[in-house]
């Protein structure tokens, strides 16, 4: 059973996307971050990036990353999204599909070895980034307000990340 739940695991996980182990990211030879928007970057109904994650994608962009978003969510949300973080913005990714991933890759000119996928959700971001090859970076929800399809999910994906929790204490 714990073979099954690890290709939902994170590699590394984190408290939000302000902690990004950016030392450690250096070290692996990472070179491009790709973040999930909803409840990772934003709350999934705030429209427009805020001041705080426009210096935040300006000061990763002067370390020398290269940025994408790579969301579910509809065309109208990215875009309307992006438009102040003027990064690579990829709407109906279909993850845990990773066809657009992978294409978001080689459009930032890396390879999915000098990639790192960030998201809140295991079945959907997590299990990506593992199909992918890529580094998979868990962050924690940023609030409780879910659309209503991953609420259904949190649940189990809480019992997934405590399991990852008590392999991690050992």
């Known amino acids: 059973m714990i073979y099954v739940l690890e290709r939902f695991y994170p590699d590394i996980y984190i408290d939000n996307i302000f902690l990004l182990p950016l030392d450690e990211f250096k070290k692996r030879g990472i070179k491009a971050l790709v973040f ?11 429209a427009e990036a805020d001041e ?3 210096d935040f994608f300006k000061f990763l962009k002067k370390q020398g990353y290269r940025l994408c978003l790579l969301s579910n969510n509809n065309k109208k949300r990215v875009e309307k999204f992006n438009e102040k973080l003027e990064t690579l913005a990829i709407y109906r990714a279909g993850k845990p ?3 657009k991933l992978e294409n978001a890759i080689f459009d930032m000119g890396v390879t999915k070895k000098q990639t790192a996928l960030v998201g809140d959700q295991v079945f959907t971001d997590m299990y990506c980034a593992h199909k992918a090859g890529v580094l998979a970076v868990l962050t924690k929800p940023i609030c409780n307000r879910d659309q209503w399809m991953t609420k259904v999910k949190r649940g189990l994906e809480r019992k997934v990340i405590k399991a990852y929790l008590r392999r991690m204490a050992k």
């Open 52 to 54: 705080e994650m426009i």
């Open 36 to 46: 999930d928007i909803d409840n990772t970057v934003a709350p999934y109904d705030m």
């Open 97 to 99: 599909g990773v066809k």
